[in-house]
């Protein structure tokens, strides 16, 4: 490599975009390509190291005896730790032919006490590491605004009428195709555009007749872009020529629709406000699954732009709400909606379900609601199954109002909680801990609050039930070894080098903080604000509370963008994720978020006496 592709390469790996030119030329100047044959020992467990190596191309272990702690791949570094302590602490070997770079130990010592970046990223706290990854990632990944294309916006369908339309019949024709806009083409083959503003400022305004001929309101000169075309650059042109649409064409020279500012400014605002418009504006059911079929896009959208994954959950969940309750208004019988209340459990109740998983949902209905038994049936019917069409699968173990288990009346449901509390099974615990993370999406809010407040006083104060509630987080072990190793321990061959993150991780931090917030009786349901809520009362340390969440966050989102991958190859969603796949930063925040998880897991232990249960 030249010396310009060698700082261009060192440039493009975290944290060594911050160096200065200066520092850049250093590096540069001071590396060697090294080659290494299969099986060779780069780095020896006990002795020290004297360089820092960049992996060009080949596969390296970190070991530790026999046990493999990590592998290190193409644009991958390794050992800075070993670098500061002057101490190999473990074994690094080839399983192919390598090649790398190799820095000198003394350049790199240097330059990290002369660049505060450096020196601050390989010298920070396990939270601030994870919070400064989730900054760096949203910079990187800013990059992909500038790249997006015409035709990954939405673009209104083109309607194309002749000049011999009426006025009345060129408004009939945008009210039926639902579109903003529509084009007009003279005898002359020359294209005209008509929009909704010109109904209104030039035929209304002018007290037009109706009968007039459409072209006379009609406006010529239309600016077309590519759909290939950079979506940057298209909205570069409607400001240069102050337009608020431009017409898309194909390589074929095809028209194929209009791009207007709306649409524009949406994609770059995530798309969210004008799905939210679609669901609040949609009048049947088929209209509402249109909007819901725009979820997906909006999640790849708003990842890729690097927003942090607490904001993509809340967005979401917003949606979901609305989708629901348009929902249920459409669906339900008018004296089921105004005397019950439609409520999400789970992931969803605590805001935190991003992908269409299942549905976890149940309906809360007054005690004086005299809606018929085979009215109800029909309802709760038709809205699981709609909730299927629209993509939401059905939940494997039946939590559905569909099921009448779930879909009673107030006064049972506090025969069920009383039950749930006074009769301790796996499942009864499993049920407390669904009902308590619901929030209300339609109907009466009170209801949901009435018996979450019932279920603080039957469950009282007893220690014993808060610590048969938390004993769940025992069954689940974080899958980290000793030596700071990945443990993996699926008895599926498929899954064998994979980790199911959610049990080892998400799990016990969510039913961890769960436990401790109904312990406490907080109303709170996402895992973030119930932190922030035990914080509050002095109940978790605030550097802890500051861990827990970043580790929470970098979690969520790892299996977000495992399963987007997933979506991409068309292989099903799960919990699990291959360490191989993620480069050194991310294996490493991995394992820092899974010490975040043990600390928690031995606090609650301690909290809740778990060795006694």
Not at 118 to 142: C, D, G, P, R, V
Not at 261 to 288: D, G, R
Not at 547 to 558: D, H, I, V
């Amino acid at each position: 490599m030249s010396l310009l592709e060698q700082k261009a390469f060192l440039s493009s790996i975290h944290p060594f975009e911050s160096l200065s030119a200066t520092q850049l030329d250093t590096f540069a100047e001071n590396m060697d390509i090294v080659y290494f044959k299969e099986n060779e020992i780069i780095q020896k467990q006990g002795k020290n190291p004297e360089s820092l190596f960049f992996i060009l191309k080949g596969l390296v272990q970190e070991k530790q005896e026999e046990e493999v702690l990590s592998i290190y791949s193409k644009n991958e570094i390794f050992d800075s730790i070993s670098l500061i302590e002057n101490y190999s602490k473990n074994t690094f070997i080839t399983t192919e032919e390598t090649i790398c770079y190799s820095l000198p130990r003394s350049i790199f010592i240097k330059t990290l006490h002369e660049n505060i970046d450096l020196e601050t990223y390989f010298f920070q706290s396990i939270s601030e590491k994870l919070n400064n990854n989730i900054h760096h990632e949203k910079n990187k990944e800013m990059a992909n605004i500038m790249i997006a294309k015409v035709k990954d916006a939405t673009i209104h369908k083109a309607v194309i009428i002749d000049e011999n339309k009426s006025i009345y019949e060129a408004a009939t024709i945008i009210k039926k195709e639902k579109v903003p806009t529509i084009l007009l083409k003279d005898n002359n083959n020359e294209m005209f555009i008509i929009t909704d503003s010109d109904f209104r400022q030039k035929v209304i305004l002018n007290r037009m007749d109706f009968d007039d001929k459409v072209i006379k309101i009609a406006t010529k000169g239309l600016i077309y872009v590519n759909e290939d075309d950079f979506l940057f650059n298209a909205q570069l042109i409607m400001a240069k020529h102050g337009l608020k649409r431009v017409v898309v064409k194909n390589d074929k020279d095809t028209i194929v629709g209009i791009l207007d500012q709306i649409s524009l400014s949406s994609f770059f605002a995530t798309n969210t406000f004008s799905v939210s418009n679609k669901i609040q504006k949609a009048e049947t059911v088929e209209e509402l699954k249109e909007a819901s079929l725009s979820f997906i896009k909006i999640i790849r959208s708003l990842n890729a732009k690097g927003v942090k994954i607490e904001f993509i959950a809340r967005l979401v969940n917003q949606l979901n709400k609305r989708l629901l309750d348009k929902l249920y208004k459409l669906l339900a019988p008018e004296e089921l909606y105004t005397k019950s209340c439609l409520i999400v459990m789970g992931s969803e109740g605590r805001g935190e379900q991003i992908l269409k998983t299942d549905q976890d949902n149940a309906l809360i209905i007054e005690d004086d609601c005299t809606i018929s038994n085979e009215d109800l049936q029909k309802f709760t019917h038709d809205f699981t199954e709609t909730l299927v069409d629209f993509g939401f699968p059905r939940c494997e173990g039946n939590i559905m109002v569909s099921n009448p288990y779930w879909c009673r009346k107030e006064s049972d449901f506090k025969n069920l909680i009383y039950q749930w509390v006074n009769e301790p099974s796996g499942d009864n615990f499993m049920n407390i801990a669904i009902f308590y993370d619901a929030v209300c999406v339609s109907g009466s809010i009170d209801l949901v609050i009435k018996l979450k407040e019932y279920l603080f006083k039957v469950a009282g104060n007893s220690q014993t039930f808060n610590a048969h509630f938390a004993k769940v987080i025992s069954s689940f072990n974080v899958p980290l070894g000793f030596f700071d190793g990945f443990i993996f321990n699926s008895k599926d061959e498929k899954k064998k080098n994979e980790i199911d993150i959610k049990k080892g991780g998400i799990f016990i931090i969510v039913q961890g903080i769960r436990s401790l917030s109904l312990e406490h009786k907080l109303l709170n349901t996402s895992t973030a604000k119930r932190i922030a809520k035990l914080t509050e009362i002095n109940v978790l340390d605030p550097e802890l509370a500051k861990e827990l969440t970043m580790a929470f966050n970098f979690l969520t989102n790892l299996k977000l963008k495992s399963n987007l991958d997933k979506l991409d190859k068309k292989i099903a969603i799960d919990n699990y994720i291959n360490p191989d796949n993620l480069n050194t930063m991310e294996k490493d925040l991995l394992k820092d978020s899974f010490k975040i998880v043990s600390k928690l897991k031995k606090k609650l232990e301690f909290h809740f006496k778990l060795n006694y249960v």
